[in-house]
């Protein structure tokens, strides 16, 4: 149905070209003419990219709070400061307004690249409504946007974008590793410090009062999932389960040489939860001895603790709500794959993520 806004861009363009191109006294009405079907066509390609209607909301909205905080830490990577020395990393909180227990497990969550901390949001708060603090991390430089607690707003960094539009084209085992390594870096000092926060009861906002230190669980779509599980290998001893929508394990790669990857031996620690969409589902099986080893792996492993769910109809972003935002580059991005309504992906991601993090509760 957006479609009809394309329709009427295309209508307001040839308006527009059609008072370009005519001769018309006097002149101040032609040029009138041209800018109002101009500023027409770019309402209707802005209508068609984010249609105003059928967006989902939650049925949860009403039942949680939300909180935006920061964080600082130094870092070891300049050029992601956002100040001398120090990293600043907004969190979007959400939680019940109605407690049922002194102390909430948290679910900490880290976007896809480019995304935001709202990529997940009904999610969020179906999750806050079930009783868990939701704490989804924005990550200066590598989120589409973000703004920072004295309102400067940065935008995502031109060689992170460069890095990953190659996608490893041409590089060997070592570079690919490399590149692997580089996306990584930042976000996981980002999540390990906001755990250490946590677990000596350092968030701001009175938040500490309300978490339990011992019920922390990962999360995160693509390069957000890979950082989740790879601490959830490293800090078995803090984190419980792990939720990934379609990533990869980095962390698994002990190393590189000229033919192959060498991966760790140890079986993954955690329980995990790992959502695929038709983008990458079909494909598994070709990518033995890639990043998506480890992936291959658990498909036939223990399948009460290792859970796979394949999400039919729903593309790599088919799996985050900028579906809702934006059907169009949703579709343009994964290649016209989201053929599931939209509402069946959701209940489908949240009941069995909810499910899930129950059992570890």
Aim: some cysteine.
């Amino acid at each position: 149905m957006y479609y009809i806004f394309l329709l009427l861009a295309i209508i307001s363009l040839c308006l527009m070209i059609n008072f370009i191109v005519k001769k018309m006294e006097p002149t101040y009405k032609k040029a009138l003419g041209i800018l109002l079907s101009f500023a027409l066509t770019l309402v209707f390609l802005y209508l068609f990219v984010f249609p105003p209607y059928g967006r989902i909301k939650s049925d949860f909205k009403d039942l949680v709070e939300t909180k935006l905080i920061f964080i600082k830490h130094p870092t070891n990577y300049r050029n992601y400061e956002t100040e001398e020395g120090l990293r600043e990393i907004p969190l979007r909180v959400w939680f019940p307004k109605d407690k049922k227990e002194d102390k909430l497990p948290v679910f900490i969550f880290s976007h896809g690249a480019f995304g935001v901390d709202r990529s997940n949001e009904i999610l969020f708060e179906d999750l806050a409504a079930k009783g868990y603090v939701v704490i989804s991390m924005s990550h200066p430089y590598q989120s589409f946007s973000t703004k920072l607690s004295n309102g400067k707003s940065l935008r995502v960094n031109k060689d992170f974008i460069s890095q990953l539009m190659k996608n490893n084209s041409g590089l060997t085992y070592p570079q690919r590793l490399e590149s692997f390594r580089k996306w990584t870096g930042i976000r996981l000092e980002d999540m390990n410090f906001l755990i250490d926060e946590i677990l000596d009861r350092n968030l701001p906002e009175n938040l500490s009062e309300i978490i339990d230190r011992d019920r922390i669980f990962l999360g995160g779509h693509s390069l957000g999932g890979s950082v989740a599980l790879e601490i959830g290998r490293k800090r078995y001893d803090v984190v419980r389960a792990v939720v990934s929508l379609e990533a990869p394990f980095f962390g698994d790669i002990a190393s590189a040489d000229e033919k192959s990857f060498s991966f760790v031996k140890e079986d993954y620690p955690l329980p995990v939860l790992h959502f695929y969409s038709d983008s990458l589902w079909y494909r598994l099986t070709d990518l033995k001895g890639s990043e998506y080893n480890t992936n291959l792996k658990l498909l036939d492993a223990d399948p009460n603790k290792y859970i796979n769910i394949h999400i039919k109809g729903a593309g790599h972003l088919g799996l985050t709500d900028l579906r809702i935002l934006s059907p169009f580059i949703t579709s343009l991005v994964d290649g016209n794959k989201n053929t599931a309504d939209y509402k069946d992906v959701l209940e489908k991601i949240n009941s069995e993520t909810l499910k899930f993090l129950n059992l570890y509760r």
